[in-house]
């Protein structure tokens, strides 16, 4: 469209809110220009030369001929800025309009052309054309349309595996496969005998019992009920397979959640002019985002300007090295991180467009196994195997109990053919019963009736006792097979990671959550893990004057003084005054000690950005850890100045000057020297941190060594600045419990050692032990170090290295050791630490990276909260641990027993399933999901090498086994005897007659047995009611404790509860069961609650620590607190050894 004349008004709608005339709608091109190519070229060329083609040729020169007009020529600037081209003397503040596609920009990422970007018409246009501005950024309100055409900054992950994809995969292991296997056996043998009306086989007696009546029981008739055998057995594998499936799938959107909050972090980007902290997600193309030194790259853009910037691009390229980027090399990756230097850069590319995005859409989800876990996978493969030993002796033990009966003669039904009676595969069980032994009854019986042998007789029906036996095997194993262990871990670690989130922790590396409750020494950070990372400049020195405890006002600052300081603060510093993305409230971007500073100069009412603007700065030298300062070097007109800022003591010492009230410098002698120590150590007493400015002239910057660090002496003192942080007010408290918890807190800082020891001591970290600085731990040698560390609560003035080497040095005397940094350089101490602790707020994304768990509120009881959680999941699993193991002794032993006795398994495959699903599924959701008490910090932390069953856990498994196994087999031997069936042989419920049973346990109702009824029932019962005990591992008297607070503890409690009931009263043929009478229903119950009243009474005896020490043969003697120094001086021989 042609521009406005020269004296009209815009209209309203093409004029914004500061008057600038912008471009409401974007100028439509030819239509043989509308389509992006993939390239830049045919669009921006022409533009360039002023040459339009057809259709528009006429807009050209008339734009160009009128550029002399003010309004013509911001409108010629707002069209080039719309299109993307340059434009001489355009507005680095003009924001353009979103004309690039994601293909162009794509060619252009791909390509890592500095000429490419100059076909865009350079870094300028191109940030234009994306609808941005290099000074001011995006203005946020053309958000849902930016995003629309380029996306959000979110990586879609391949879909989780389906409902249906986890089903199947629960359904292929093997036990369970051989089982289904089996059940389809079954169900065909149980077809073929009802329709060959081969009989029913009788029930079956111990081989060595005398003559027996079974009463009205006659001939063994076929009720085709032998398929439901198998088709319970494949029902109840379906049901496991689905309950599998089901946890699978809402561990992975556990899982998947907390990726997403691993993988999303605050980014600064510039918007409106105002720098500000948004999420990694929120970030969009075209947004200015400002990078600092161990910041990581949020996404794909174009390098706009820096100072001494390097990458390290080892995530996307494999290679070690830093990669140096500037104009030249312009290109920034998303995944990548910043290693030296800052910069900021504009975005070209989020999420699935990204370099990274690319990477990430393309692997698999698949996790690692925590150490814990797989420690309980070898323990549960052990297990299984002990199981398959079981199932091999009991379907041996029953196979010779089949040969032997089978070898015996009975009664069978016989038929005349021919006038011969010819006996058929029908066994009449009264006459002729096994071990009854009266043919003479048998073959003179009215009916006509045959005395043999089953090998005489044999029978196709027979083969189903084996497949009987085979199955009751095969579900011995699935029973043995304790899956539910690197289950329970697994819960345990989802529901753990999801409430530890909640608690401001998150974990990045599953394994940290278990190692945590281990812990045995924290080494924490002062600045905002202990203490607010609230910082004020409330006490100094400046030019030669202290402020005792008042900051002076600026008018009583001289001039020269105050332009000195400003220029010291702001442009020696990489902080920011922004505000957040959310509230709109201000706050500090980057280091809170630099934002202090900057807050002392708002107070002043002194503009640091402008500063900062009109400032030429030459050079800028990072922070170093070593030399504990920052320097940047300053083009002033006359001369090149250096500033720094660092330790107070350090810098102080490499002064030979300092400035005077009038702003000239005068000779810092040792006597004023030694005042301006004094005063710093007195800041340092009362807590504050200390801060030394300092400056240096040089004719010009070429007499600067051209050195990776800037001189150590000729400086000219500004000031010291006193900076208060106060210490948290939970922290005292957090501290007292970690040692009461038997963990040993360190403090290890970079301030002055009379500032680190004032905290220390009002935290209680700094009581009786020994405070030393980073150069004098250094300076030792490794026997000395660990003399040291065992007595160290205090490292002031310390280093990475130095941090480093205190980790490495306490886990030689076999300490497990939790760290926690927040910078760049933090990250070789929080890799090797056991538990690396990097901070939420003010770590850096390398310092992230390194480290196994975010504290997201940068306090210290967060820290505690990790221990107790982590005790918590530990304890959680031991808890399981013990239940299952009793739950498998007793299983095993009693199915064992059953079979070599002749019995048979009492417990048969369903119920045996049902069992499984109470023992893995269920108890490992109820058990793994307990809640971490207070008491668990009241107690030492487990040892690095303490065996996962311990000794109360051996103890509390051997007694209970005990007691269940002695009243199962005396069930199993006695219960024809002593039970009587008062039911009215239905589920209706009791009767008035009560019937002794039949020796072969069977009552009223031939459904099932009876008597093995009342032990599978008993025996389950034993097993929920020592679920309640398996809540406590140590010597709590009271295992009720807390149970009402875990809303998934009782809703497995009571739907066993409800299951088991029905699947006694109402179970049949497909549980095996039969209704049992009111008096052996309460019978049942008392055997389960009475483990309640054993464990009561087990927790006076002492640990079984033998079967520890049986079981882990000869091991090291551990040593106490005191013996650290001595395990300290052998270490390395011992190693070597």
């Known amino acids: ?582 509230t709109g409230r201000p706050e500090i971007i980057g280091n809170r000690t630099e934002g202090a500073l900057l807050m002392l100069l708002r107070t002043y009412r002194k503009d640091f950005n402008a500063v900062r603007e009109a400032g030429n700065v030459i050079r800028q030298y990072p922070f170093s850890s070593v030399q504990k300062k920052m320097s940047t070097l300053v083009q002033l007109p006359d001369r090149a100045r250096l500033y720094c800022k660092g330790a107070s003591e350090i810098l102080v010492a490499q002064c030979s000057k300092y400035l005077t009230e009038t702003g000239d410098e005068e000779a810092l002698t040792e006597e004023l020297k030694k005042r301006v120590l004094q005063y710093i150590s007195k800041m340092a007493t009362k807590s504050l941190r200390t801060m030394a400015l300092v400056m240096r002239d040089f004719a010009t910057a070429d007499e600067l060594p051209p050195t990776d660090t800037p001189p150590e002496e000729g400086y000219t003192l500004v000031g010291v600045m006193g900076i208060q942080d106060p210490l948290r007010k939970e922290v005292p408290a957090a501290v007292k419990s970690c040692q009461a918890a038997g963990i040993t807190v360190r403090m290890v800082t970079g301030d002055n050692i009379l500032t680190a020891k004032a905290i220390a001591k009002e935290a209680g970290i700094y009581t009786d032990g020994k405070a030393i600085e980073g150069p004098e731990f250094r300076a030792m040698s490794e026997s000395e170090q660990r003399a040291v560390c065992s007595r160290l609560q205090v490292m002031a003035r310390c280093s990475p290295h130095d941090k480093l080497t205190l980790v490495q040095r306490l886990k030689e005397m076999g300490e497990v050791v939790a760290v926690t940094g927040d910078g760049t350089n933090d990250a070789p101490a929080l890799k090797e630490a056991d538990v690396g602790l990097s901070m939420g707020i003010a770590g850096t994304a390398v310092a992230q990276e390194a480290s196994d768990m975010v504290i997201l509120d940068d306090n210290f009881s967060s820290i505690v909260k990790a221990v107790m959680w982590g005790r918590s999941v530990y304890d959680n699993i031991r808890k399981f641990l013990q239940f299952q193991l009793t739950v498998n002794v007793v299983a095993l032993l009693v199915c064992t027993f059953g079979a070599a006795l002749g019995f048979g398994t009492p417990l048969k495959p369903v119920q045996l399933l049902w069992v499984n699903l109470i023992m893995d599924t269920f108890g490992a959701l109820a058990l793994a999901t307990e809640l971490p008490t207070a008491d668990l910090l009241k107690r030492k932390p487990y040892g690095r090498n303490e065996a996962l069953v311990n000794g109360h856990m051996w103890r509390n498994i051997l007694v209970q086994s005990a007691y269940q196994l002695a009243v199962m087999i005396y069930l199993l031997l006695k219960g024809a005897e002593i039970l009587t069936d008062c039911t009215d042989g239905g589920i209706a419920g009791n009767s008035t007659e009560c019937t002794p049973l039949k020796p072969n346990g069977q009552g009223k109702n031939d459904m099932g047995n009876y008597r093995d009824t009342v032990i599978y029932n008993a025996f389950v019962w034993s097993q929920i009611f020592n679920e309640i005990n398996a809540r406590k591992i140590y010597n709590d008297k009271n295992v009720f404790s807390g149970i009402f607070g875990n809303s998934i503890y009782l809703t497995v409690i009571v739907l066993s509860c409800v299951v088991q009931t029905l699947s006694v009263q109402y179970g049949g043929q497909v549980f095996k069961t039969v209704p049992i009478d009111y008096e052996d229903w309460l019978l049942c119950l008392g055997i389960g609650a009475f483990s309640l009243i054993l464990g009561v009474f087990m927790r006076f005896l002492p640990p079984a620590e033998f079967v520890v020490r049986l079981l882990k043969g000869p091991e090291k003697k551990e040593e106490g607190e005191e013996g650290g120094a001595a395990r300290a001086a052998t270490q390395g021989l011992n190693e070597q050894l």
């Not at 690039?100 to 865009?120: C, P, R, T, V």
């Open 1 to 582: 469209p042609p521009p406005p004349a020269a004296d009209s008004t815009p209209p309203a709608e093409m004029v914004g809110s500061s008057g600038n005339v912008l471009v409401k709608k974007a100028v439509k091109l030819p239509s043989n220009r509308r389509r992006s190519t993939g390239s830049t070229e045919g669009l921006v060329a022409p533009l360039l030369s002023g040459r339009f083609p057809s259709g528009g040729a006429a807009a050209g020169p008339k734009v160009r001929k009128e550029a002399s007009d003010g309004i013509v020529k911001g409108f010629r600037r707002r069209l080039s800025g719309a299109f993307g081209f340059k434009s001489e003397g355009s507005d680095a503040k003009t924001v353009g309009s979103m004309v690039w596609s994601q293909d162009m920009l794509n060619d252009l990422m791909e390509s890592k052309s500095k000429a490419k970007i100059e076909e865009f018409g350079g870094v300028g246009a191109l940030t234009k054309g994306l609808g941005s501005s290099i000074k001011m950024g995006l203005s946020g309100a053309d958000e849902p349309t930016r995003r629309a055409r380029y996306g959000s900054n979110k990586i879609d992950r391949r879909d989780p595996p389906s409902y249906w994809d986890l089903f199947i995969e629960a359904m292929q292991d093997s036990t369970v496969l051989i089982l289904l296997a089996a059940a389809f056996v079954s169900i065909t043998l149980g077809i073929i005998v009802c329709a060959a009306d081969l009989g029913q086989a009788c029930p079956r007696k111990p081989i060595w019992q005398g003559p027996i009546d079974l009463g009205d029981e006659t001939e063994g008739e076929a009720k085709c009920l032998d398929w439901l055998d198998g088709a319970a057995i494949i029902f109840a594998c379906l049901l496991i397979g689905n309950i599998t499936a089901y946890n699978e799938s809402a561990k992975e959107k556990q899982f998947r959640v907390l990726q997403d909050k691993q993988q999303d972090c605050a980014v600064t980007v510039k918007r409106n002019g105002i720098e500000m902290r948004v999420q990694s997600v929120d970030v969009m193309v075209g947004d200015i985002v400002i990078l600092d030194l161990g910041a990581k790259v949020p996404a794909d853009g174009i390098f706009i300007k820096g100072n001494d910037l390097k990458v390290d691009e080892s995530s996307l390229t494999g290679e070690a090295d830093a990669v140096h980027k500037d104009e030249s090399q312009p290109f920034l990756f998303s995944g990548c991180t910043v290693v030296e230097g800052d910069c900021c850069f504009v975005v070209t590319a989020v999420g699935p467009s990204s370099a990274w995005g690319q990477i990430m859409v393309e692997l698999d989800d698949e996790r690692d196994e925590t150490p814990l876990q797989g420690k309980l996978t070898t323990l549960a493969e052990d297990i299984g195997k002990l199981g398959m030993l079981v199932a091999a002796v009991c379907f041996l033990a029953q196979l010779a109990v089949w040969f032997v009966i089978n070898a015996k003669k009975t009664c069978f039904v016989a038929e005349m053919v021919d006038g011969k009676l010819v006996p058929t595969p029908v066994e009449d069980c009264k006459l002729g019963y096994p071990g009854l032994d009266d043919e003479d009854t048998c073959v003179k019986y009215s009916k006509p009736r045959v005395w043999l042998t089953h090998y005489e007789n044999f029978s196709f029906s027979k083969m189903q006792d084996l497949v009987g036996f085979f199955i009751d095997s095969v579900t011995i194993i699935v029973v043995a097979v304790p899956e539910g262990l690197p289950l329970a871990v697994t819960i345990a670690l989802a529901y753990s990671v999801k409430k530890m989130q909640n608690d401001q922790n998150l974990v990045r590396v599953m394994a940290a959550c278990e190692t945590m409750g281990g812990a045995t020494s924290i080494c924490s950070d002062k600045t905002g893990t202990l203490t607010e990372n609230i910082m004020c400049v409330v006490d100094g020195f400046l030019a030669g004057r202290a402020f005792d405890g008042n900051v002076p006002a600026g008018n009583r600052i001289g001039e020269a003084v105050m332009s000195i300081l400003v220029d010291s603060i702001a442009l020696n510093s990489k902080a920011s005054l922004g505000a957040d993305a959310k």
